[in-house]
Nanobody, 121 residues
Framework: QVRLVESGGALVQAGGSLRLSCAASGSILAVNVMGWYRQAPGKQRELVATITTSDGSTNYADSVKGRFTISRDNAKNTVSLQMNSLKVEDTAVYYC??????????????WGQGTQVTVSS
């Protein structure tokens, strides 16, 4: 069993910063990609940023480029999202995601429980 636990969500004013963290634990053999997605009320879940653990390559949604930075610690199976210059439209539940191989050599995809980020004007 694999578990993803997020932290760092909060209420912040527009223009402020937040840092989200996610730790993966359990029966993990190797992590391929970790990332963050978000879902605002009434909208579909969308990609925010992903990072490949092998070479650190990143991918960002156009809406967050230049403001958000994703990073990872491979040794700890953690991923973080530094969010700067936050906008009201960044308000959403942010979900951590991991694409990994478990100790049974099965490739699986896992989601965290989500953490609320609210940006006030």
């Amino acid at each position: 069993q694999v578990r993803l636990v997020e932290s760092g969500g909060a209420l912040v004013q527009a223009g402020g910063s937040l840092r989200l963290s996610c730790a993966a634990s359990g029966s993990i053999l190797a992590v391929n990609v970790m990332g963050w997605y978000r879902q605002a009320p009434g909208k579909q879940r969308e990609l925010v940023a992903t990072i490949t653990t092998s070479d650190g390559s990143t991918n960002y949604a156009d809406s967050v480029k230049g403001r958000f930075t994703i990073s990872r610690d491979n040794a700890k199976n953690t991923v973080s999202l530094q969010m700067n210059s936050l906008k009201v439209e960044d308000t959403a539940v942010y979900y951590c995601n991991a694409d990994l191989y478990d100790t049974w050599y099965d490739r699986r995809n896992y989601w965290g429980q989500g953490t609320q980020v609210t940006v006030s004007s």
